[in-house]
């Protein structure tokens, strides 16, 4: 279960190196929000938080996503992370990760090893996310939420932390031209706060290898 990271050179890596490295810097400090001059007011910022599941497969690592539901009224069939609202309950963005995770997949905290996290992502639509990494090992089970998910599916790794497949687009929004990543997988298209955090995720990587 190895992934390669194309950081200059290419570099192959497992699990062991994921947590050797996440131990040393648990937390990136710089993040680069796809639109570098559209933040909103920090003021407010909605608290959010995702859970970035990397998958410990024997033959390789795979990240797990959702795609959303087509009748929901924010985000509607795009892909992304399971997450959602930090709540009151919450004792942490950590503790709301997992919660969105077992309520939207299936998978409960007690399988994810949660290894670090990457540096809070602001979007566009006024949420400041905390995305959360964690490991999960195989098998394992999913019960998906139908009212929020559509579909669960599975992207290698490598592929996700190669930079060539990191693409740099830009639409109109409110009258002006706004900047995005994509990282388009076969008939899936990644794009927006999750590629963005993916390219985070290959930066904060490509700052510990050799």
């Known amino acids: 279960m190895r992934a390669t990271l194309v950081a200059g050179s290419r570099r ?3 699990v062991a190196w994921l947590r050797a490295h996440f131990a040393a810097s648990p937390v990136s400090v710089e993040a680069d929000y796809g639109d570098a001059d559209a933040r909103p007011d920090p003021s407010f910022l909605k608290a959010a938080a995702v859970l970035m599941p990397i998958v410990a497969r024997p033959d390789e690592l795979t990240v797990l996503f959702t795609r959303r539901t087509t009748h929901l009224r924010a985000h509607s069939g795009q892909i992304s992370f399971p997450g959602g609202r930090i709540e009151e309950g919450d004792a942490s963005a950590q503790a709301a ?4 995770t077992e309520e939207e997949v299936g998978i409960a905290a007690s399988a994810i090893e ?3 996290r990457l540096a809070d992502y602001h979007t566009r639509t006024g949420f400041c996310v905390t ?3 964690g490991l999960i090992g195989v098998p ?3 019960r998906v939420d139908a009212g929020e998910v559509d579909e669960v599916f ?9 930079p060539a497949n990191h693409q740099r687009h830009s639409r109109e929004l409110q009258g002006r031209q706004v900047q995005y990543y994509a990282i388009p997988y076969r008939d899936y298209y990644i794009w927006g706060a999750t590629a963005g955090m993916l390219v985070n995720f290959y930066r904060h990587l490509a700052a510990g290898a050799p």
């Open 12 to 14: 192959d890596f497992d």
């Open 114 to 116: 949660v290894i670090g």
């Open 97 to 100: 990760a997992l919660r969105e």
């Open 154 to 162: 599975e992207v290698p790794l490598s592929f996700l932390l190669d």
């Open 140 to 142: 394992f089970a999913l």
């Open 131 to 133: 995305p959360v990494v």
